[in-house]
């Protein structure tokens, strides 16, 4: 069992986010703008709160400003209405994200489609996934971005590859199932009613697993040499003790797969990463100058 073969989102990340400060600083410096991130929570959801408590600081760190906004969990929806107006008017706010789940007497959807989609650093919004849909230049959804990027430096040219994308969510499965034709992978989308799951998975060259179900990828499932990208944060309980697994059984999988990312330590950094590119490059397109090299 080889090293090489495991994909490190973390490393990879922090790369990214090394280039994503000297970027910041080349635009504090010569274009005299700071990008700023606003991020909104509303109610307590534990995980909720860890998710935005990090993407403040790493939004700090890469020198760029952060808002935050908690609300309370009764918040109506017409009060984070008039917060998202606030914030797409802000000059200061280039990227804009609310952190879902959102509490039942909120609608979600119109939520995000409130939200101007040249802010919308999730790229969540109707309009950036047509944008994604018919090639034009919007925002891309951060997890199936990061999941990109791995393949790439892994595979370089994706062309013609088979490429299995389990799950069809609008935030993972869908997006990345386009970005995955976008470079001309001939793709398969499986879902729950999908009839026989390991034979669609034999004949990929990569598996992306996003579907929530711990460990559920077997090794005997893969053609031999495919790359593996678990998306998948489950919370499972082990021998009395929690521990965080993906959507593949990593222990039978890796003697197969060519490549595999880990859980946690794959796609998981690569997410809040993503979401500081998407911020940089919504605020170069608001100010009107290119990304910086
Ligand atoms: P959803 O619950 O929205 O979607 C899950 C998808 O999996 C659905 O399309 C569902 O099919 C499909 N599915 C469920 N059971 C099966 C099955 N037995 N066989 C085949 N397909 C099945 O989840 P998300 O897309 O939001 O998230 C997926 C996973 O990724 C979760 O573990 C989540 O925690 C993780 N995640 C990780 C992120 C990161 O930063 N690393 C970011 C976002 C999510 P159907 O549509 O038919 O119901």
């Known amino acids: 069992m080889s090293d090489q073969k495991i994909i490190d989102g973390k490393a990879f990340a922090e790369k990214i986010r090394t280039k994503i400060t000297e970027q910041v600083a080349s635009l504090q410096k010569h274009n005299g703008f700071t990008p700023g991130l ?26 760029m400003a952060s808002f935050e906004h908690k609300l309370d969990a009764s918040t109506s929806q017409a009060t984070l209405l008039s917060l998202i107006d606030q914030l797409n008017k802000d000059p200061k706010v280039n990227g804009i994200l609310v952190q879902l789940p959102l509490p039942k007497q909120i609608d979600a959807q119109a939520v995000i489609n409130a939200i101007d989609p040249d802010k919308d650093v999730d790229g969540f919004h109707v309009v950036n996934a047509g944008r994604l849909a018919t090639g034009g230049q919007g925002l891309v959804p951060c997890t199936p971005y990061g999941c990109l990027l791995l393949l790439k430096d892994r595979l370089g040219d994706l062309a013609g590859k088979h490429a299995v994308v389990i799950g069809r969510s609008n935030i993972v499965g869908k997006p990345m199932a386009q970005l995955l034709l976008n470079e001309s992978c001939t793709v398969t989308i499986a879902h729950s009613k999908t009839k026989d799951l390991p034979a ?66 794959g796609v998981g950094p690569m997410t809040i990463a993503m979401l500081l590119h998407s911020t940089l490059v919504a605020a170069c397109r608001q100010h009107g100058v290119e990304l910086p090299k």
């Open 38 to 63: 606003a991020v909104v929570l509303v109610g307590e959801d534990p995980a909720s709160k860890v998710y935005v408590r990090n993407k403040g600081e790493q939004t700090k760190a890469s020198g």
């Open 200 to 265: 669609e998975v034999r004949r990929a060259d990569i598996v992306i697993a996003a579907v929530g179900r711990p460990e559920m990828v077997k090794g005997d499932w893969l053609k031999e040499g495919a790359v593996v990208i678990d998306v998948g944060i489950n919370r499972i309980e082990k021998d009395g003790k929690f521990k965080l697994v993906g959507d593949v059984d990593f222990q039978s999988c890796i003697g197969r797969a060519g490549a595999i990312t880990p859980v946690p330590g």
